[in-house]
């Protein structure tokens, strides 16, 4: 049999135009509700391209052989990302994230790092081309080399005598789409269950349609409140559930991302904490490497666990933002020294600083003095409310706030007031960046103070900094 993939059955051949749909209406094919998946980054750019992967994989055009020549496709690789570099938006978004890692990387660095990743895009391109068609062939294996399998192995172990399954964290170094063929063909007969982004399913829909990914299971990568319950089912079960755990988008929370190195919140997926609390599985990180710089030829170590584990263990009965934000920043900090170390050859390198770390407050329009501080009030309290650091005093933050700033929104005149002034804020951008939370509280305060004190609002900016010294004695 071929991987048990959750797509609608009628539209196994073209998943990405009605997206994917609830596992359980799978038997009713005629009344499916469908799901759809906005399609975003470089897979909707790319999306003409993969189609011609797709009719590739799907008549087989794609010989063996291709997988052995490593200088030819690297070639091919190097020629792309020449091209690649040159792309302004590809080009300043790597530069940012260098940057946001290295904040004192030379200039001669930062050029060569650039050259870097774009060829690494160039390859990583090449190799899904012509080396991802292979994974449902056998000889694939030889592409792949393991590093502390027997952590794994005593994990899985350990989890079944259980009554658990292993959460394996995986990120998008080196060939991104390796990890599953890598751990489903492996010669252990692991059972697979993961989660695949449904833009993408052009490049594997045919590819694991073979009977070596039989003990695959894909989910799409939907809201967790629709595939979380088979997740959670598979681990109950004793399997090994593969999540990538270095992607984000702004919606989820902002989490410390690195405390020993950074201030950064980075917003961090939360998907693996809900459901290590939910059914007390095991949490194995791996990293993939090009295997001796060689993209196409990965390199998986499995890391040791032990400190993750004994965090899951002792916030377990914590409030549940508490468990998270413990569990979050460990996984964090396991992770990201790797990412750090390889983000040449990271594929989320060119969203890292300006949408991973990333956090401002734009105004849409000009507004006066009163519905200026309404939105400094509103922003303060979603940084709050959307983010955790250890041992930060949510409730006294918020309680001092809203004490505070209420005065002051109540005591300015409104929109119709003779007395209203409109500020020119349309397009202007705070930006929020690369700091703790309460370092961005304090820069929303200065900068609502500044238009006060310059406008003569001299009552409310008092109360302003009353307000600050109180949040200061706090952060002390």
């Known amino acids: 049999m071929p991987a048990k993939i959750y797509f609608p059955p009628e539209q196994q051949f073209n998943v990405t135009k009605e997206g994917a749909i609830e596992v359980d209406q799978q038997k009713n094919a005629k009344n499916k509700k469908k799901i759809k998946q906005k399609k975003q980054g470089w897979v909707t750019v790319l999306e003409p391209v993969f189609k011609i992967i797709a009719f590739l994989n799907k008549h087989n055009v794609i010989r063996k052989h291709w997988m052995y020549p490593p200088k030819a496709l690297s070639f091919w690789g190097h020629l792309i990302g020449v091209f690649l570099k040159r792309v302004p938006m590809l080009r300043s978004g790597i530069k940012q994230s260098l940057l946001a890692f290295y904040p004192n990387l030379k200039e001669e660095w930062q050029e ?3 050259h870097s990743s774009a060829v690494y895009f160039g390859k990583l391109f090449i190799n899904l081309i012509f080396r991802l068609p292979l994974s449902a062939f056998p000889p694939y294996q030889k592409m792949f080399s393991y590093e502390n399998i027997e952590l794994l192995d005593e994990a899985i172990e350990e989890a079944q005598s259980r009554g658990t399954g292993v959460i394996m964290l995986v990120t998008h170094l080196a060939d991104i789409l390796n990890v599953i063929p890598a751990f489903t063909s492996h010669p252990h007969d692991y059972t697979i269950a993961s989660v695949a982004n449904i833009s993408n399913s052009l490049l594997y829909q045919y590819i694991i ?7 695959l299971y894909v989910y799409p990568s939907i809201s967790f409140r629709r595939i979380g319950k088979y997740l959670e089912r598979h681990l109950r079960k004793g399997h090994l559930l593969i999540i990538y755990s270095d992607y984000s988008h702004p919606k989820q929370p902002r989490m410390p ?12 997926p939360q998907s693996v904490q809900k459901l290590q609390r939910k059914t007390d599985a095991i949490i194995v990180p791996c990293i993939s490497t090009p295997d001796d710089g060689v993209m196409g030829r990965t390199h998986f170590k ?10 899951a263990e002792q916030y377990k009965d914590s409030p549940k933002k508490e468990f998270h934000g ?4 460990e996984i964090n900090r396991t992770l990201f020294p790797w990412i750090k170390k390889y983000a040449h050859a ?12 990333a956090d401002s407050l734009k105004f849409k329009q000009d507004m006066n003095m009163r519905y200026l501080a309404i939105e400094i009030h509103k922003k303060i309290k979603q940084i709050i409310n959307h983010s955790w650091e250890p041992d930060r005093e949510d409730e006294k933050i918020l309680e001092e706030t809203e004490q505070y700033m209420g005065k002051i929104i109540q005591s300015l005149p409104d929109e119709n007031h003779e007395n209203s002034r409109i500020l020119p804020l349309k397009g202007i951008k705070i930006d929020l960046s690369k700091i703790t939370a309460i370092s961005e509280i304090f820069i929303l305060l200065n900068f609502l103070g500044e238009k006060l004190e310059k406008k003569g609002y001299q009552k409310q900016f008092s109360l302003l900094k009353e307000l600050k010294g109180n949040l200061k004695t706090l952060e002390d």
Do not use: C, G
């Open 302 to 311: 499995i890391l040791d666990n032990s400190k993750l584990m004994k965090v």
């Open 257 to 268: 991302m690195w405390p020993e190195e950074y201030e950064y919140l980075i917003h961090t």
């Open 209 to 215: 349609n073979k009977p070596i990914f039989d003990s």
């Open 346 to 357: 990271w594929e989320e390198i060119v969203n890292f600083a300006r949408v991973r770390i």
């Open 112 to 114: 060569s790092l650039i």
């Open 326 to 329: 413990r569990l979050s920043m």
